[in-house]
């Protein structure tokens, strides 16, 4: 049984706390290895070494930080394999998922490779006679990321690389369930040349990320997870004094118009519901149909759903891999007896799927409900697994206004050929991301991910424009030099002369 530790000052650290954790392969049940969960005293001890680092990193000049990137950037794409593996084993996703999200966390670190012009100021010449101002941002100190366990490599990837190219130091704490992915990423950083208490993975649990977030020596931190832990680290953090970004939950919703394509709008369903069997954060669960698009979409998607290959995310036949974990198969299987009971039809049943040979595995087929109403907890809650719910509504307005009264903002998206719906939608849909034809909108690494809502809280989203800005902080600086001219002390407040 391998046992996982800590990646702190370039080097792996031993667990001392005499707590850990198991990790299991979702495919198989078996447990495959333990990990160490810090105590408070590791945790500050990692903040240490983050902290001694930081004054020489911030000093270094980012051309020199850029270059580190970009070796970054070549060592995970030679490596994309093994993170992939790495990602399978652990969360359960096929392989050929796990290298697309590793793909768009590359995405991030080849934007953090612009860092030199990114941090570029503005300047003003002879603001006032013989005086000039100009305005720069610096990094901020030590930053902390909390990541989710559904994608072990892109989400911890929206956030140090940018974090870090900025001039900052950072210490990942991923998900206790799948850490190795993180690990391997630390030490590719360390590979690629970044100095010693840079980058530090800590694996833990909640006394890890409380002592994160009291920490007066924690300048920021980014979480990505749960809505009720989101909330949580943003008021702790808060209070703490710190910046915080803490993005939580979703329920996202995809408008089906009758003028759409329903082959096209079925088969984006079909990617955006089960696509890694539900466990994204941008994942559509709810369609809602207007007018007499309903029986027709329902009519395409259920031969779909029955078709899905549920397999170990390591056969590259398999449409969907396992659920993380058995807690987590026995709550999504709880909301789909919920459902049933509420009265909502289910038209695809995906419970009681077993796979010859894999009999621990946590597998789950996908589960498609009809006639879903907004109090039936499957509707309300975020089910994070293969379970698409759909709501008839009977015009735009009427769908608009389910999209726009759920708690949650992550994502919404509206399939139709007509652009002044389309135009409506863009513009009125309460959500942080918005797709037109297009099911999952997660931005570009040069745009910014984030939601609106329950889904985040904070002012920022991550990377992009907006992770260069919760990263550093502004500080505009206006000179003048001696003419040998001496004025005298003035009293008033200064204005251009
Ligand atoms: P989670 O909230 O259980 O855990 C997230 C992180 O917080 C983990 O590192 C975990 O160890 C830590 N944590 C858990 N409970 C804690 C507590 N009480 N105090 C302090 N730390 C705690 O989330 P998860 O189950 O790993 O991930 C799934 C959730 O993440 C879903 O809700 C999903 O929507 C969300 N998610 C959101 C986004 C987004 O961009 N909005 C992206 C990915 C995942």
Redesign the pocket.
């Known amino acids: 049984m391998r046992s996982l530790h800590h990646y702190i000052g370039g080097r792996t650290v031993e667990g001392r706390s005499g707590r850990d954790g198991p990790v299991f392969d979702p495919a198989t049940g078996e447990q495959s290895a333990t990990v160490a969960y810090a105590s408070a005293d590791e945790t500050r001890a990692a903040i240490t070494a983050a902290a001694e680092a930081f004054p020489e990193w911030a000093a270094t000049p980012p051309l020199r930080r850029a270059r580190i990137m970009f070796r970054f950037k070549e060592l995970v794409e030679a490596n994309i394999g093994e993170i992939a593996s790495l990602v399978t084993a652990e969360h359960g996703k096929t392989l050929s998922d796990a290298k697309g999200s590793i793909t768009r966390g590359v995405e991030v670190v080849e934007f953090a490779c612009g860092i030199p012009h990114l941090l570029k100021g503005e300047y003003s010449d002879n603001v006032g006679t013989g005086v000039d101002s100009w305005s720069l941002r610096q990094p901020l100190g030590v930053c902390a990321g ?6 072990p490599a892109m ?1 911890p990837m929206w956030m140090f690389p940018v974090a870090i190219a900025c001039g900052n130091t950072f210490i990942l ?5 799948d850490p190795s992915c993180a690990l391997r990423l630390a030490e590719l950083m360390g590979d690629a040349g970044l100095p010693p208490g840079v980058f530090n993975v800590l694996n833990g ?2 006394e890890a ?2 002592t994160l977030l009291e920490d007066e020596r924690v300048a920021a931190v980014s ?8 909330e ?2 943003y008021r702790r953090a808060t209070t703490a004094g710190k910046r915080v970004q803490a ?4 329920k996202n919703h995809m408008v089906v118009m009758p003028d759409a394509d329903l082959e096209q709008a079925a088969d984006a369903l079909m990617g955006a519901a089960f696509g890694s069997a539900g466990e ?2 941008m994942a559509i669960s709810v369609a809602v149909t207007v007018g007499d698009a309903g029986d027709a979409l329902v009519e395409k998607l259920a031969p779909r759903v029955r078709a899905l290959k549920v397999g170990p995310g390591s056969d590259p036949d398999s449409d969907m891999g396992p659920l993380v974990t058995q807690a987590h198969f026995e709550r999504v299987k709880g909301y789909i007896d919920a459902g049933e009971k509420d009265g909502a039809d289910l038209v695809v049943d995906g419970r009681g799927v077993s796979l010859q040979g894999y009999e621990g595995g946590y597998y789950m087929g996908g589960n498609l409900f009809d006639n879903v109403t907004p109090e039936m907890s499957i509707y309300t809650d ?1 089910i ?1 697994g293969p379970v698409l719910s759909v709501v008839r509504r009977d015009d735009f307005e009427g769908a608009l206004k389910l999209v726009n009264e759920h708690e949650y903002g ?1 994502g919404a998206a509206i399939f139709t050929r007509d652009g002044d719906a389309a135009r409506e939608f863009s513009h009125r849909a309460q959500a942080g991301m918005v797709g037109v034809n297009v099911p999952i909108p997660v931005p570009m690494a040069f745009h910014s ?1 984030g ?1 609106w809502k329950r ?2 809280f904070g002012d920022h989203f991550m990377h992009g424009p907006e992770g260069v800005r919760f990263y550093t902080k502004m500080k505009t600086v206006t000179s003048r030099w001696p003419t040998g001219i001496r004025q005298g002390a003035e009293y008033i407040m200064p204005t251009m002369k």
């Open positions: 909390i990541t989710p366990f559904n994608f989400v704490k991923p998900s206790e369930k649990d909640r990320v409380e979480f990505v997870g749960s809505t009720a832990v989101a949580q680290v993005l939580g939950g979703a994204r954060c975020e994070f992550n991910f939601g889904s985040l």
